[in-house]
């Protein structure tokens, strides 16, 4: 067992396989010794868990722990693009999308449950710079969706 699957298995949680594309698009792709992720879902075998905005049909703590499975999801592309996740010595981005009901203002705490639960995996590691955005709608009514860049060796 890697030392990455170690520690997910200490927080009680496994990288699922990846999810496949809903487009014309790769899950993961490397640039020098980065791995860039497309947008992940809060996918769970394949549908996701609830659909529509944060704020309104969707509540904050609901979405922030969808989040968390977009962290999960994104590991699983990065897996996808460079073999070992034990390979990945930094999160240097997170960029975070929350489908928001116009009066919802809490985009961040939302993201929050990815930038904890990374910094519970990868330690120091898992600091990152972060972006949250509110946006109108996302793929498939999705309450959220979140990218991911990662430093490897």
Same mark, same amino acid.
Do not use: W
């Given at each position: 067992?890697?030392?990455?699957?170690?520690?997910?298995?200490?927080?009680?949680?496994?990288?699922?396989?990846?999810?496949?594309?809903?487009?014309?698009?790769?899950?993961?792709?490397?640039?020098?010794?980065?791995?860039?992720?497309?947008?992940?879902?809060?996918?769970?075998?394949?549908?996701?868990?609830?659909?529509?905005?944060?704020?309104?049909?969707?509540?904050?703590?609901?979405?922030?722990?969808?989040?968390?499975?977009?962290?999960?999801?994104?590991?699983?592309? /990065? &897996? +996808? #693009?460079? *073999?070992?996740?034990?390979?990945?010595?930094?999160?240097?981005?997170?960029?975070? %999308? !929350?489908?928001?009901?116009?009066?919802?203002?809490?985009?961040?705490?939302?993201?929050?449950?990815?930038?904890?639960?990374?910094?519970?995996?990868?330690?120091?590691?898992?600091?990152? /710079? &972060? +972006? #949250?955005? *509110?946006?109108?709608?996302?793929?498939?009514?999705?309450?959220?969706?979140?990218? %991911? !860049?990662?430093?490897?060796?």
């Amino acid at each position: 067992m890697s030392q990455l699957d170690s520690r997910l298995a200490e927080l009680g949680l496994t990288v699922p396989a990846t999810s496949k594309p809903v487009a014309a698009y790769l899950p993961a792709v490397t640039s020098g010794n980065l791995v860039y992720t497309s947008g992940q879902l809060p996918m769970i075998d394949g549908v996701l868990p609830a659909t529509g905005k944060v704020g309104s049909t969707v509540n904050a703590d609901d979405a922030a722990h969808y989040a968390r499975q977009c962290v999960l999801n994104g590991l699983a592309a /990065a &897996r +996808s #693009a460079i *073999g070992s996740l034990d390979r990945i010595t930094r999160v240097v981005k997170v960029v975070g %999308f !929350v489908a928001s009901d116009p009066s919802f203002t809490g985009q961040p705490g939302v993201i929050n449950g990815a930038s904890e639960l990374l910094q519970d995996i990868f330690g120091e590691a898992g600091q990152h /710079a &972060r +972006s #949250a955005v *509110g946006v109108a709608v996302l793929p498939l009514d999705a309450p959220v969706e979140i990218e %991911f !860049v990662f430093e490897f060796a």
